[in-house]
């Protein structure tokens, strides 16, 4: 009787989390108040053969960008169970479907782990965590760069008042990164200090608590380099976003701006599918503070960082999250043994 319960409920969840995702990302759409004039300008700049390329080649890094997450997540869960870089591809797709509509990006946990089929999922949440802990890391040091390397040429800093400010801040960003570094690579330590608290009177938590002793230094330097290697693909198609769009922008004006607009949207408690909002808000602040200074913004320009950060959203998590439904159709959220859990 059980078997047929978690059987039935399998299957609801499914075609649920399907259901959710296909009416998330169609209404997202058609809610954008300027979609019409968003159209438009992709009938344009499709006509231009260059921009067929770049559009091209923006899809091929999508993929490109999913297979090294796919390898990394391959990597953490091989702690726990051998899998194969298939299945870490499917999984990572189901994660970014049921990221669609829960908070901060939890469905990316939530949808992987019921890839695995011995391995505790509990475990598996833990070693994701990790993942995502070295591409927040990421995340905010390379923020703190672009932040540190924009600021003087919107805020100038011509009194010593102005530049002390400037040197502390560029002080506690260090000191937070480092920090944050120290942290990660010293991962190990949650296990001693759930031990120490718990004093060994949680069995459970501290078998759990002991995935963070499974990954070495070694191992967590690769997990940073996935991290690195994935933030470089993906702020590079945003770059390449704004030429298809026919916005003028150098790359490193490009890195360290997008750099910005990552590092506020990291801080900023969204679910994925409000995040297109979110991110076309933070994109025109940022590179419209910039370019202000330069005297050169302007609406138009304005509308073409939109319509860039827009369909890199589409591009990046829409599609993928459509495609994602799809494998969701294979989990299985529940086992026959609650232990396996």
Do not use: C
């Not at 968003?38 to 960008?65: D, E, R």
């Not at 990572?92 to 782990?113: A, H, I, Q």
């Amino acid at each position: 009787m059980k078997t047929k319960v978690s059987k039935f409920t399998n299957i609801g969840l499914r075609i649920g989390i399907m259901l959710l995702t296909f009416v998330f990302v169609y209404k997202q759409i058609l809610e954008k108040h300027d979609l019409h004039q968003w159209l438009g300008l992709w009938s344009k700049i499709q006509l231009q053969q260059n921009i067929k390329y770049l559009l091209f080649l923006n899809v091929l890094l999508l993929f490109f960008n999913i297979l090294i997450e796919s390898y990394k997540w391959k990597f953490l869960v091989s702690k726990l169970e051998i899998i194969r870089l298939n299945q870490a591809f499917t999984a990572v797709l189901s994660g970014m479907s049921v990221s669609m509509f829960l908070p901060n990006r939890v469905g990316d946990y939530l949808g992987r782990v019921f890839v695995l089929q011995k391995a505790s999922h509990v475990k598996g949440i833990l070693a994701t965590i990790i993942g995502s802990f070295a591409q927040i890391i990421v995340t905010f040091v390379a923020g703190f760069i672009g932040l540190m390397a924009v600021v003087p040429f919107v805020f100038p800093l011509n009194t010593n008042y102005q530049f002390l400010l400037y040197l502390g801040l560029t002080s506690i960003a260090v000191l937070f990164s480092l920090l944050m570094f120290a942290f990660y690579f010293n991962v190990r330590l949650v296990k001693v200090v759930v031990s120490t608290f718990l004093k060994k009177r949680q069995k459970q938590f501290m078998d759990y608590a002991a995935v963070f002793d499974l990954y070495s230094r070694i191992d967590l330097f690769k997990i940073l380099s996935f991290s690195i290697l994935r933030y470089l693909v993906y702020t590079f198609q945003f770059f390449l976003m704004l030429l298809i769009f026919g916005f003028g922008i150098s790359y490193p004006e490009a890195l360290a701006l997008t750099a910005i607009i990552y590092l506020i949207i990291t801080t900023i408690p969204t679910i994925a599918i409000t995040e297109l909002g979110v991110r076309g808000s933070v994109s025109m602040a940022v590179f419209g503070m910039y370019f202000e200074n330069k005297e050169i913004w302007t609406a138009e320009s304005s509308f073409e960082v939109l319509a860039a950060s827009s369909s890199l959203w589409l591009l990046n998590l829409a599609f993928p999250a459509i495609l994602g439904a799809f494998f969701t159709y294979r989990l299985k959220f529940f086992r026959r043994n609650i232990d396996d859990v």
